[in-house]
């Protein structure tokens, strides 16, 4: 992977944002954040970035209709998104797999877990 790899987080919870984002951040990635899943539409369609991670339980627009919208656009529907979720209900896991998403990750992802995913999904640094 090269320096300078965007990857957008999109979720509503500050503190998991940030988490993610200063972990990733300090490895070398160039980090967005979106705060809900209009915003995050948008800054995947102008910014393009090779992984996104979506929480599951957004306001208004939640994280399968976003993944609905960005699998219906030829500008981010090969981008490969991971859902992030409070919940780990078998049944949850199985909605998301089936509505597209690469993986899933119940909320706190830990940090080694988190390197270790990125490293799976883009290819190690």
């Given at each position: ?11 509503d919870d500050e503190n998991c944002r ?44 939640d994280g399968v209709a976003v993944m ?58």
């Amino acid at each position: 992977m090269r320096e300078g790899t965007r990857i957008l987080v999109v979720d509503d919870d500050e503190n998991c944002r940030k988490l993610i984002c200063d972990v990733l951040r300090a490895s070398g990635y160039d980090m967005l954040e979106a705060s809900t899943g209009e915003e995050g539409i948008l800054l995947a369609r102008s910014a393009a970035p090779a992984l996104i991670f979506l929480d599951y339980r957004l306001p208004r627009l939640d994280g399968v209709a976003v993944m609905q919208l960005l699998q219906s656009d030829a500008r981010t529907r090969n981008i490969p998104v991971v859902a992030i979720t409070a919940s780990a209900m078998p049944d949850e896991r199985e909605t998301l797999m089936a509505a597209g998403f690469r993986d899933c990750r119940t909320k706190p992802i830990r940090v080694q877990e988190l390197r270790s995913l990125v490293a799976e999904v883009l290819g190690p640094r």
